[in-house]
Each structure stands twice: as structure tokens, then as C-alpha cells.
């Protein structure tokens, strides 16, 4: 079982930034895939960013450009920058991870993440960008 603990989630103005961070119990942290999906009210969950085990990485096409989704294997954590921040993005964001998804690219990052899921999810941290 691994558990996920995000934190960095909070309130901002149009065009701010916010950094999520997201620290994983797992020590072999290298070899997961980590994600971030979000949340917003009354909508479905959809993925945000995701980076594989071997570094390719994906966004989804509304925050390419201005979220980046980066890992730092020392300390077992994933991180979400945030930037230009727009009131669409406001979301309950969530890390997720799973073993494996040793990949290159991002369209077959893609392709698994949206065929075969996520195995450990945080509890999330709410984003509210207000306009």
C-alpha cells in the first residue's frame, strides 16, 4: 500500500501561480508513475499531468503551457507548478500512482493512464482561482 500527501493547494487571483506538492510512502518512488487529476463541482475527475517512471511526461491540452508536472526521486515527491492560473482550473486536485508505466512517450503515457487507471490516490487539496 502506498500512501500519497498532498500539499500547496489554496486560494489565488487570475494569473497566479500555486505549486502542489505530493510525497509518496513508497521508497522504490522511481519506479511509479505519478499523476495529477482534478476535480471540479459537478464534473468528472479528469487528469491534469502525468510523468512516468522513466520521465515522459503528459498534459492534458487545457494547461499545456502553463502547468508543469515534475519529480524529484530524493524525496519521493511529485510536484504540479501552476502558473497563469484561470478560474476554469479551480478543482479538487489529486495525486495518484501507480508501479509501472515505464514509457517513453506521451501518447502511450496517455494511453495507459486512460486504459488501465491509477492504483493509489491522495485525499486531494482543494484550488480556487478566483476572478
Known amino acids: 500500500q502506498v500512501s500519497l500527501v498532498e500539499s500547496g493547494g489554496g486560494s489565488v487571483q487570475t494569473g497566479g501561480s500555486l505549486r502542489l506538492s505530493c510525497t509518496a510512502s513508497?521508497?522504490?518512488?522511481?519506479?511509479?508513475?505519478m499523476g495529477w487529476f482534478r476535480q471540479a463541482p459537478g464534473k468528472e475527475r479528469e487528469v491534469v499531468a502525468a510523468?512516468?517512471?522513466?520521465?515522459?511526461?503528459y498534459s492534458t491540452d487545457s494547461v499545456k503551457g502553463r502547468f508543469t508536472i515534475s519529480r524529484d526521486h530524493a524525496k519521493n515527491t511529485v510536484y504540479l507548478q501552476m502558473n497563469s492560473l484561470k478560474p476554469e482550473d479551480t478543482a479538487v486536485y489529486y495525486c495518484?500512482?501507480?508501479?509501472?508505466?515505464?514509457?517513453?512517450?506521451?501518447?502511450?503515457?496517455?494511453?495507459?493512464?486512460?486504459?488501465?487507471?491509477?492504483?493509489?490516490w491522495g485525499t486531494g487539496t482543494l484550488v480556487t482561482v478566483s476572478s
Open positions: 513508497e521508497e522504490a518512488f522511481k519506479n511509479y508513475t
Open positions: 510523468i512516468s517512471s522513466r520521465g515522459a511526461t
Open positions: 495518484a500512482a501507480v508501479r509501472g508505466y515505464a514509457v517513453d512517450a506521451a501518447e502511450d503515457l496517455w494511453t495507459l493512464i486512460s486504459s488501465l487507471g491509477m492504483d493509489y
